[in-house]
């Protein structure tokens, strides 16, 4: 396991450094820009407290989960929620695996700690969790997560507009996407 968060460091530090230098664009952060330096910090103090745990999924397919996150579409969003009242997005995403009596944590920092790590967007899969950082001022590395629908898209809780279809590539999420992860 030790190997194998290495060989993530190591690649994630490559593609951090690769993607920095070739974009202009730096997400800003209350403290300044956020830097290829204090990226790679974060996602090693990150991965340092345990990535690319096991899920057990049993035989549940990753469509009963898109279907049900679906059926929340419109919900507006509130942090904590998990109804049909209001939802926040790890709520969404827990309320969508715990209908199938998966287990998932509760938030996206601890959610993203599970099922196999994807940094290219291009791999993901329908079902994949996707992950994002600096949506909101926190100390948490991860602060928003989602489900991959295929076609580019994912559905989330957004703050402005409730649980949605948003496209991977859109300005606000594309330069805040960190990894996906495969827990089917």
Sequence with gaps: MKSLQRILWVLFTAFTLLFFSCSKKQIPVSSG?????A???EMQHFMNG???????TGRKKPKQIIRTAGKYIGTPHCMGGTTK????CSGLTYVSFAKHKITIPRNSQEQARYGQIIFNPGDLKKGDLVFFTKSYS????ITHVGI???NGKFIHASTSNGVIETPLNNPWWGQRFVFGTRVF
């Design 33 to 37: 820009q956020y830097t290829p330096a």
């Design 39 to 41: 990226a790679n910090a």
């Design 50 to 56: 345990g990535v690319e745990r096991n899920l057990d």
């Design 85 to 88: 009242k209001c939802m926040d």
């Design 138 to 141: 926190t100390s948490d590395y």
């Design 148 to 150: 991959y629908l295929g």
